[in-house]
């Protein structure tokens, strides 16, 4: 099972980045993905997630409007779109999968990708 994570870097705020997750090894369509952030000093936190049956997508209320999880059935992947980037937002941030229809704590995850850092600078 692999789960890649690609995109991050570094960014002035107000600025955009689109994170990918190509997944491989599992069955897609019964997993439910998630991004989950963690900044320095701090835990691993749920930032998005997509269901597994619908596409039902949920996002914490200080990204709402700015980000957006999609992912695309053809290509095995799962994407975060960042838009208006703050300093708040810099973290390394983690794609991961589960079972479970709507997971949110990261105990409830079955397979993590490797993390990708995201820098916003002022």
């Known amino acids: 099972v692999q789960l890649q994570a690609s995109g991050g870097g570094s960014v002035q705020a107000g600025g955009s980045l689109r994170l990918s997750c190509e997944v491989s090894?599992?069955?897609?369509?019964?997993?439910?993905f998630a991004w989950f952030s963690q900044a320095p000093g701090k835990e691993r936190s749920l930032v998005a997630r997509i269901s597994k049956v619908g596409g039902r997508t949920y996002e914490i209320d200080s990204v709402k409007g700015r980000f957006t999880i999609s992912k695309d059935y053809a290509k095995f992947a799962v994407y975060l779109t960042m838009n208006s980037l703050n300093f708040d937002d810099t973290a390394v941030y983690y794609c991961a999968a589960s079972k479970k229809s709507f997971p949110t704590a990261a105990t409830e995850y079955d397979y993590w990708g490797q993390g990708t850092l995201v820098t916003v600078s002022s």
């Open positions: 090894g599992i069955t897609f369509s019964v997993y439910t």
